[in-house]
């Protein structure tokens, strides 16, 4: 039978995801001509709505490709077609955006695209050397969006009228800058400026931008506007200039980010897997972790760029503003947020002045503003894919889709590292990084953020979840606000935000290990494994808590914590260890203090955390008895173990704890506080203090602390009986830590879900709560 070209047809395909300011109308378009079919594409509130009229072969043609084809910034979510009479178009429209309730996906900012970097450096070219050239593959756009649709009207781009040239690109289908709505050149664009310390203007236009860099290569600190916020550059070979940087930002020992010229200069430097060569060159462009290698790098980052750490936070340029800058250089510099320690990144040049005024010698600032703050993103390579370790430029603000509906929900995140998120029916809008709520600059960011997510999808929370911590400002902020408050326990929060980006329902065991969260039985937790059932959630095993002598004092200075764990293994005999580390890193008046607390546990607060047993652990072995920063004793570590493969561990010992005698205690912030189970630390501290005395090399120490721990979760998710297992928390960054349990879990039959794009530490928090109000778990 031959089939004849049935009658016209209409079909109309709605797709949802991040299919705006992608050069996405333009393709249907294309893809339309192509076909001879009429019709229309129109932005709309949902997405990309497209009706096509013609033979029902060429609508079946369109209906394949659209998807298969769609541009490679289009992230496409959903896609419904449904076949409809025909009404007769002529022709193919680009319709204008259409109004209504605001459920498009707004997309990240977009690395400079390679056509517009070879604009960039060719000297025939209307913009040869022009540092705010885009297209619609690439360029700003969650930095620069006001308010949905994405149009340049409600973007930062507003005040800048297009010139001739410009507006013809802008309004030609078959141009690459086909409505690219932050669409400039020299002519008509931002502009630099080169200003001194105190704002007054030096140079500017091209000038300004190689007086920078004279300067940069002079050794100066100057203070780049980018695209989401302000950057300290420094000359990362210059060791003079590196400590001036940390001085300046009392920023002691904690890494800075590197940015290479080229990836070619990256390789020199660093070793770089398949991976990991993809995530540096993605349209993302984040900072990605990687591990150095000094003896092939011709001109060496100087030591005090990242002190004593075998790793490097290596990224490319990613505007073309830092790909000029860098090419100018020639070399490596230290890119580090332009800020003070733990305030949010400077994003407005006066501020920067003001904010930045002592820390910088110069100020590289443009005038195209910044709606929005946001930090570059940090990922490393681990287990085989990527993990987010700070999402922000690049990731944000792209969601999480629960599956469900369900009434919005704000997530106002912890009080470290924090993020926030917003559920708009399915999806989970997961914020950019804010940081520690610390500062009044921080809070006050936090609540800009929510601000703009609630204008942006324009949605008020009809449910605000927040941390079970009474003390955050994160949940007096969500008290304040007067909606229905849903307090969720941190280490559940941490579980269901790997099983919400990893699309994965209950029942399932969550290891969620870190360095503190406030627990819902007076200690503080931290080494939780949760039992997620559809609608319970009960904390099944913990580890044995000990002291933190001094509480914040303690996390500062992981000698405290190492010795009241001596202590409380060894008795009065701890005191008399002179031969381990521990006890030789404090003076004899030290002592008498801190026996004083240990006995009678005065202001030593309770633990059950795995970070606080890590930092015990680099006391007792040598490595480390102060911190500078979070989680440095735990990086120590986790270096300290690099190319030694051993199978050893030391032993934990799992203890049944008393049931309460009257059945189940009350779900206490979305949890059921009854751990059957309590791993006990006694049995590695002894082992690993035999070690110590025994000399055993550190590497051989850390493995088998690390292996004792993986050992002790086989254990737990052994008599769990739950299949599979989720590991989150701050603890599971460590690479070694997480592939080890991985492995080990998968070779005892169990199906391990790890973070990917959402980070393990309290960046995920959010999203956690978020998705324990939509899975009845708050
Ligand atoms: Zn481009
Ligand atoms: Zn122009
Ligand atoms: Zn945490």
């Not at 509130?45 to 490709?65: D, H, I, K, M, Y």
């Not at 040869?128 to 619609?136: L, M």
């Not at 490596?332 to 800020?339: C, K, Q």
């Not at 480390?624 to 190319?643: I, K, S, T, W």
Request: glycine content about 10%.
């Amino acid at each position: 039978m031959t089939v004849v070209e049935s009658a016209r047809q209409r079909l109309r395909v709605q797709i949802r995801g991040a299919v705006q300011g992608v050069g996405f109308r333009p393709f249907v378009y294309r893809l339309a001509s192509d076909l001879s079919l009429c019709g229309w594409v129109i932005n709309s509130s949902s997405g990309v709505v497209v009706e096509v009229e013609g033979g029902s072969g060429a609508l079946e043609q369109f209906l394949l490709r659209v998807a298969r084809d769609s541009p490679p910034r289009a992230i496409v979510q959903g896609l419904e077609a449904a076949y409809l009479d025909p009404v007769g178009f002529v022709g193919f429209e680009i319709r204008e955006s259409a109004g209504g309730d605001k459920t498009t996906l707004v997309l990240p900012d977009i690395a400079t695209c390679p056509e517009c970097l070879a604009e960039l450096f060719d000297h025939a070219n209307r913009r040869h050397r022009y540092p705010f050239t885009n297209c619609t593959n690439c360029g700003p756009r969650f930095s620069i969006i006001e308010a949905l649709p994405y149009d340049r009207p409600t973007t930062t781009m507003a005040g800048f009228e297009m010139c001739e040239a410009c507006r013809g690109e802008y309004e030609d289908p078959r141009d690459r800058r086909f409505h690219a709505q932050p669409n400039a050149c020299p002519a008509c664009g931002p502009q630099l400026a080169l200003w001194d310390a105190d704002g007054r203007p030096l140079a500017d236009r091209d000038d300004a931008l190689r007086a920078a860099g004279g300067r940069i290569a002079g050794g100066a600190i100057v203070a780049v506007k980018g695209l989401g916020g302000f950057h300290l550059m420094v000359d990362a070979r210059n060791d003079a200039a590196v400590r001036r940087l940390r001085d300046v930002k009392a920023r002691e020992e904690k890494p800075f980010a590197v940015m290479f010229p080229t990836f070619a200069a990256a390789v020199a430097s660093c070793e770089i897997g398949e991976r990991e060569a993809r995530l540096l060159t993605s349209p993302e462009a984040p900072i990605v972790l990687l591990r150095r290698s000094p003896s092939r790098d011709p001109t060496p980052i100087v030591d005090s760029v990242a002190p004593g750490n075998p790793s490097l936070g290596a990224m490319l340029p990613s505007t073309p503003l830092h790909h000029l800058l860098l090419a100018d250089l020639g070399f490596p510099v230290v890119a580090t947020s332009g800020n003070r320690s733990d305030e949010p990144i400077c994003t407005d040049e006066r501020e920067a002045v003001e904010r930045l005024g002592g820390l910088a010698d110069l100020f590289l600032v443009h005038n195209r503003p910044i709606a929005r703050h946001v930090d570059d993103s940090i990922v490393r390579v681990a287990a085989g894919r990527d993990l987010v370790l700070r999402r922000a430029r690049g990731y944000a603000p792209l969601p999480v889709s629960l599956r469900s509906d369900g009434p919005p929900t704000l997530g106002v995140g912890a009080h470290l590292k924090n993020c926030v998120a917003m559920s708009v029916g399915a999806n989970v809008f997961v914020s950019q990084h804010i940081g520690d709520l610390e500062t009044v600059e921080a809070f006050g960011a936090f609540e800009r953020v929510i601000d703009a997510f609630e204008g942006l999808y324009e949605t008020a929370p009809a449910a605000i979840a927040c941390d079970a911590h009474p003390d955050y400002l994160s949940t007096a902020y969500a008290r304040r606000r007067g909606s229905e408050t849903r307090p969720v326990q941190h280490h559940l929060a941490h579980v269901l935000s790997a099983m919400a980006e990893n699309e994965v329902g209950p029942p399932a065991l969550g290891i969620s290990w870190d360095g503190t969260g406030f627990g819902l039985d007076g200690t503080i937790w931290g080494g939780e494994f949760i039992a997620v059932t559809p609608g319970s959630a009960r904390r099944i095993a913990t580890f044995l808590t000990f002291p933190l002598p001094g509480g914040d004092r303690a996390v500062r200075e992981p000698r405290r914590t190492a010795l009241a764990l001596l202590c409380q293994v060894f008795g009065e005999g701890a005191w008399g260890m002179d031969d381990v580390p521990t006890l030789a890193a404090f003076s004899q008046p030290e002592r008498h203090i801190l026996r004083a607390m240990i006995e009678r546990g005065v202001n030593a607060p309770r633990t059950s955390s795995v970070g606080r047993l890590f930092d015990a652990a680099a006391s007792i072995a040598g490595l480390r008895h102060h911190v500078r920063f979070e989680g440095q004793a735990a990086m120590d570590l986790e270096f300290a173990r690099e190319r030694m493969d051993t199978d050893e561990f030391y032993p934990l010992a799992v203890v049944v704890t008393p049931q309460p005698e009257r059945g189940d205690p009350a779900a206490v912030a979305g949890l059921t506080d009854a751990p059957v189970w309590a791993i006990d630390p006694a049995p590695l501290v002894r082992a690993l203090v035999a070690d110590v005395r025994a000399l055993v090399p550190i590497g051989t120490m850390s493995a088998r602390f690390h292996n004792g721990l993986v050992e002790a979760a086989v254990e737990i998710a052994r008599r769990s009986a739950l299949e599979r297992v989720v590991l989150s928390g701050g603890c599971f960054q460590n690479r070694y830590l997480l592939e080890r349990t991985i492995g080990r879990l998968r070779a005892e039959g169990f199906r391990p879900v790890w973070h990917q794009r959402v980070p393990p530490n309290d960046g995920g928090i959010a999203l956690g709560q978020v998705a324990a109000v939509a899975w009845h778990l708050a």
